[in-house]
């Protein structure tokens, strides 16, 4: 079946811009997470959802950032006046619920280069 | 101390050789532990995970938990090209936040022909 789906893949943007970033998790996934990759800082995480609510949105840096999903489904993932350290990957994830492992399946993350 | 340490490498190996990939963590009441392996330019793909202490093994791969010392091992036996990736460990919380993996910084792994 189809993984995760990001879009797009790669965001050119200049500061003080609005971007979107889409998330489409793998059919049936309940949960959904968004992490940040920055070179040599690993992956941090942002958000979880579990159908539509976020009861973790706890690394969210800013109130420039938030995140939505709708229909239990697709996620978007907004920046509002993107900065500089905002450029980073953008990874999505989902994972069925109810495992105790909790194994977590990526999207190939959405590059996101602020000018 | 952060929860998850991981050397960042480089680790620059010739095809055929061992390799070995380390991680320690802080919290004792960890009980899963999981590899990802991230390709260039893609996304983490899960490797493996292991519960709780001891060695699982999947054909050429070997993950290995200490929880004695708090350390988590992959082993690549036969190292192949196709092998050269960032490795990252990652581990759930336990009990009600297991939705949250803390990961490693990654180890970027090449293989040389």
């Known amino acids: 079946g189809a993984g995760v789906s990001q879009s797009p893949s790669n965001k050119v943007t200049e500061k003080g811009k609005d971007v979107e970033l889409r998330c489409d998790p793998i059919s049936g996934h309940t949960a959904l997470y968004w992490y940040r990759q920055s070179l040599g800082q690993g992956l941090e995480f942002l958000i979880y959802?579990?159908?539509?609510?976020?009861?973790?949105k706890s690394g969210l840096p800013s109130d420039r950032f938030s995140a939505e999903r709708t229909g239990g489904s697709v996620s978007t993932l907004t920046i509002q006046r993107t900065q500089q350290e905002d450029s980073a990957v953008y990874l999505c994830?989902?994972?069925?619920?109810?495992?105790?492992?909790?194994?977590?399946?990526f999207g190939a993350g959405t590059r996101l280069s602020v000018l | 101390q952060k929860e998850v340490e991981q050397d960042p490498g480089p680790l620059s190996v010739p095809e055929g050789a061992i390799v070995s990939l380390n991680c320690t963590y802080s919290n004792s009441a960890f009980q899963y532990f999981m590899w990802y392996r991230q390709y260039s330019r893609k996304g983490p793909e899960l490797l493996m995970y292991t519960y709780s202490s001891g060695n699982k093994e999947d054909g050429r791969f070997t993950a290995q938990v200490d929880k004695s010392s708090k350390y988590i091992s992959l082993f690549i036996r036969d190292s192949q090209p196709s092998d050269s990736a960032t490795y990252l460990c990652a581990i759930p919380n336990s009990g009600g936040s297991n939705y949250k993996l803390t990961f490693g910084k990654g180890t970027l792994l090449t293989v040389n022909p």
């Open positions: 994830a989902s994972s069925p619920s109810g495992t105790v492992e909790n194994i977590q399946y």
């Open positions: 959802f579990q159908g539509n609510s976020a009861p973790d």
